[in-house]
């Protein structure tokens, strides 16, 4: 990021000198001219971690005390320059902050005094890389640096200071923005710094969601044309096989809205609360206008403002598909329910016709059943008879047979009943 500018001092006629006087002299903070350069690294769960071993390497090979093995924040002053580290919960912030070395301002970065090999290996995707220059409003440079930066400018502050910058990245990819101030109330400057760094990195932060936003809403729209297209079949009657396809379909549909959704909700749940701490700090600015220039919150307004609506429309989308997806499902549910319940129905009837078909066959079984077994009965007491008739002369077979027919029928009707009733009450 900082190649073109080195490039630039390595020529400077001057350089040595400045460098030797500026390394000279004690470093004072936010004193007016000041360079504060702010980079933000986005990295995974381990990046504490690895911010702290970051530091640690720096304060080992500068013979400085390294930050707790539990620290989330670590400040250092190195003499000529300084350096603050910040874990966010999902970032983290490198501001360094630096005297000027010499009258070219507009070409040097805070971060001139920092090891390259350390600075270019810092842990994480940088996604913020931010130069502010401090200078009074008296100062020759003032003019000059006004005209490179004004693109979107303000008072703050009841005219304390004044904010000018083009938010647009440099050949070095830095945003740049110039903080004049009035007086020499340094915690007032330090303040107004902290609040540019700040809107500038979670402006950033929040334009992060936007790319997904447009990734998620092609693959929102197909999702959405294909749950219409099963709730459009719901006005149609169709068979119980096409609505349980129909529903294995919906539960596709609903496992790929559902992932769309995790994969969104934190990015876009973030944008939302970085899009609201950019408002918020621009509000403590209590920015006038400056003629023909665009303030931080009309820019902001016209840019940053649309995109996280964007973001905001594709997320209430998601949950509309995904409650859209559920209602559908439902009434799918409903619909093969009831067609499940009218086929238990119909199956119901026709086992109750068939129980009755075989309550009417079962009795004409019994109808014959008595007749056979009477009639066998009688067929064996015939052998009876005639076998007593030789015997006793005066006995007529046939006539005792004919005799015997109706009560063996009777008996026998009585026995079958008899066993048909105890059979149900053992069942």
């Known amino acids: 990021m900082t190649k073109a500018r080195e490039h630039l001092w390595r020529f400077h006629p001057d350089r040595d000198r400045l460098l030797a006087e500026t390394h000279a002299r004690p470093f004072t903070p936010l004193r007016a001219p000041m360079l504060a350069t702010r980079i933000a690294t986005l990295a995974g769960p ?6 702290r071993a970051h530091v640690t390497q720096l304060c080992t090979a500068l013979g400085r005390r390294p930050p707790a093995p539990d620290a989330r924040w670590f400040a250092i002053d190195l003499g000529t320059w300084r350096l603050r580290w ?22 040097e970065t805070a971060t001139a005094d920092a090891p390259p090999e350390w600075l270019d290996s810092l842990p994480g995707e940088v996604i913020v890389a931010t130069n502010l ?8 440079d003032t003019p000059g640096l006004i005209a490179k930066h004004e693109a979107v400018g303000s008072t703050l502050l009841n005219d304390s200071a004044r904010m000018f910058t ?45 790319p997904l936003a447009g ?19 719901l006005a149609s009657p169709a068979d119980a096989d096409t609505d349980r396809a129909l529903l294995a379909r919906l539960a596709i549909l609903a496992g790929e809205a559902e992932t769309l959704s995790a994969r969104t909700s934190f990015r876009f749940g973030a944008a939302t609360a970085y899009h609201q701490i950019v408002l918020d700090r621009i509000e403590t600015l209590q920015e006038g206008r400056i003629a023909s220039l665009q303030t931080l919150d009309e820019f902001m307004e016209r840019r940053l403002a649309p995109a996280m609506r964007t973001c905001d429309t594709v997320s209430r989308r998601q949950h509309a598909a995904i409650e859209r997806i559920a209602r559908t499902e439902q009434m799918l549910n409903t619909r093969v329910e009831v067609a499940s319940e009218a086929t238990n129905a119909a199956l119901l009837r026709s086992m109750d016709l068939r129980a009755k078909e075989q309550l009417q066959l079962q009795r004409a079984v019994e109808g014959f059943s008595v007749f056979a077994i009477a009639y066998y009965a009688v067929s064996l007491f015939g052998y009876l008879f005639k076998g007593l008739a030789k015997s006793v002369p005066a006995l007529n077979a046939d006539l005792a ?12 009707w009585f026995l079958v009943r008899r066993f048909g009733a105890s059979f149900k009450d053992n069942g």
């Open 215 to 233: 990734e998620a809403t092609g693959l929102l729209s197909k999702i959405e044309i294909e749950a219409g297209e099963i709730a459009s079949q």
């Open 46 to 51: 381990s990046a504490p971690e690895d911010d």
């Open 166 to 210: 083009e938010l647009r990245a440099d050949m070095d990819g830095m945003t740049n923005y110039l903080l004049v101030v009035s007086g020499k109330d340094e915690q007032l400057a330090g303040r107004l710094a902290l609040s540019l760094l700040e809107i500038e990195t979670y402006r950033l932060m929040a334009l992060l969601a936007f």
């Open 86 to 107: 910040e874990r966010h919960t999902e970032f983290s912030t490198w501001t360094f902050f630096r005297a000027p070395l010499g009258t070219s301002i507009a070409l």
């Open 133 to 140: 220059v401090i200078v009074a409003r008296d100062s020759p």
């Open 401 to 412: 047979m004919a005799i015997l027919a109706p009560f063996a029928l009777v008996i026998t």
